[in-house]
């Protein structure tokens, strides 16, 4: 880019000279960069139309700052030493308009401490070389995320009131598990009894509970899943064995129609299927397609009786002492440390048994141990699978375990749905189970060709 003088008669260098080569941005963009800083521009001026006085900043002033951040960028993207003078005397304007900020009252009384225009006055200046430099995906990101979090301040402190301190702790705690513990694990086998290794159990207990965690709080903390029966589909996510037993109990004692229990619980166990295949998917993607087809078709067929069950009981009403849809939840807090350790422990069991029933009693011991497992929790089971934790099996003939599990807990909570609700209430959700878990079982036949 800098050329540092022309060479002399004698071959040494004029000094004196400097011609400077500077590459131009291309025009798409500039257009982006104007289209970005007009944005953020706009959203700024709305936020701010009626505060008084006057905030630095806004439709006029972001596109000019983008612009000047951009022009200083690309005279030296080397060493930015344009670009980083440009940002000191920025800085310091906005530290001279800060300090006399500092001075005013809000309605209250109370100091105005915000530090929200200056920020966005020097994520203006930013946008420009951020635009230039990287890839527009980037640039995008960046004005969408300081728009979303400038618009919704009063949602997000209006969230930040309802969390209790109890759910940040649990929040770091997950940070600790996933940026700390994980690490640090060796991912080599410490034991000949299983190829699975100490980073691989816990990344599976890592990724089931960063699953549930989604589930539990938008069940918490998401209005919405109150109406109709997004509750249950994210009961579904979280586990379809919790959500039939609270549906099946609550049909028993009116606090839902007969029809939603019986919708819930089919959507649930629909939800489920999917859920199995997104967790296969991130460890093993070569299973997940053999798998694909099979799990989209059960899930669908679960979500086409959901709709017909759920269409049936629109007219019927729930009884006036039910307890409200926003106060039902099916998922406890998944990141607590006993569950943690529990799902852990079991892991690593299923992997001991997995490891010695393939040695003693070859594929059909692996779908038999599939069937019992189905009948506790099949996640430890389907994670050792899809991590390898059982040598010497097929993609085909892992998949048909899988589906051999599926319906195995199909049939436990047909019975769970049986028996708490007082097997009336929900006894079309126990036959569209058992139903499913056996078409599970025919389709683990043809698979495996069995």
């Not at 051999?404 to 436990?412: F, K, M, P, T």
Request: glycine residues 8%; contains cysteine.
């Amino acid at each position: 880019m800098y050329d540092k003088g022309r060479r002399t008669a004698n071959g040494g260098r004029d000094l004196g000279v400097l011609s400077v080569s500077i590459s131009p941005p291309s025009l798409t963009g500039v257009a982006l960069l104007l289209g970005l800083s007009l944005f953020l521009g706009l959203a700024f001026e709305d936020f701010l139309a009626t505060d008084e006085p006057k905030r630095p900043g806004g439709i006029r002033t972001f596109p000019m700052l983008a612009f000047a951040g951009g022009v200083l960028y690309v005279f030296d993207p080397a060493h930015l030493v344009p670009f980083t003078g440009g940002l000191i005397i920025l800085g310091i304007w906005l530290a001279i308009f800060y300090s006399r900020h500092l001075q005013e009252k809000d309605e209250g009384g109370e100091t105005n401490a915000g530090l929200v225009v200056p920020v966005l006055n020097i994520q203006a200046y930013l946008l420009g070389a951020i635009t230039l430099a990287l890839p527009p995906w980037v640039a995008v990101t960046f004005t969408v995320a300081a728009v979303l979090l400038l618009t919704g301040r009063e949602k997000l402190h209006a969230l930040a009131r309802r969390v209790e301190p109890k759910e940040i702790v649990t929040a770091g705690q997950f940070l600790i598990l996933t940026g700390i513990v994980l690490p640090l694990l060796p991912n080599t086998p410490v034991t000949t009894l299983t190829n699975i290794t100490p980073r691989q159990a816990w990344l599976a207990l890592v990724v089931v509970a960063a699953l549930s965690y989604v589930s539990y709080l938008a069940q918490r903390y998401w209005a919405a899943a109150a109406r109709g029966l997004w509750m249950e589909a994210l009961g579904g996510l979280y586990s379809s064995t919790a959500t039939t037993v609270v549906l099946a109990r609550e049909a028993k004692t009116g606090a839902v129609t007969r029809q939603h229990a019986q919708a819930g619980i089919t959507l649930a166990t629909a939800i489920m299927y999917l859920r199995i295949l997104a967790v296969v998917a991130f460890f093993n993607f070569g299973l997940a397609r053999v798998l694909a087809p099979w799990l989209c078709c059960l899930s669908l067929a679960g979500l086409v009786i959901c709709a017909v069950q759920y269409r049936l009981g629109k007219a019927s009403t729930v009884d006036e002492q039910a307890e409200p849809a926003s106060a039902r939840r099916f998922a406890t807090n998944p990141l607590e440390l006993v569950p943690a350790a529990i799902f852990a422990a079991l892991f690593i069991a299923v992997s001991f048994v997995s490891n010695w029933a393939k040695a003693e009693f070859g594929t059909s011991g692996i779908y038999t141990l599939a069937a019992i497992v189905g009948v506790t929790d099949i996640d430890p089971f389907v994670l050792n699978l899809a991590q390898g934790g059982t040598t010497g099996m097929s993609n085909t003939a892992l998949a048909a375990a899988i589906l051999i599990a599926a319906s195995s807990n199909n049939v436990l909570k047909a019975l769970y749905a049986a028996f708490f609700a007082g097997g009336r209430a929900t006894a079309a959700s126990a036959i569209v189970l058992v139903l499913l878990a056996a078409t599970g079982v025919v389709f683990a036949v043809l698979l495996a060709g069995l």
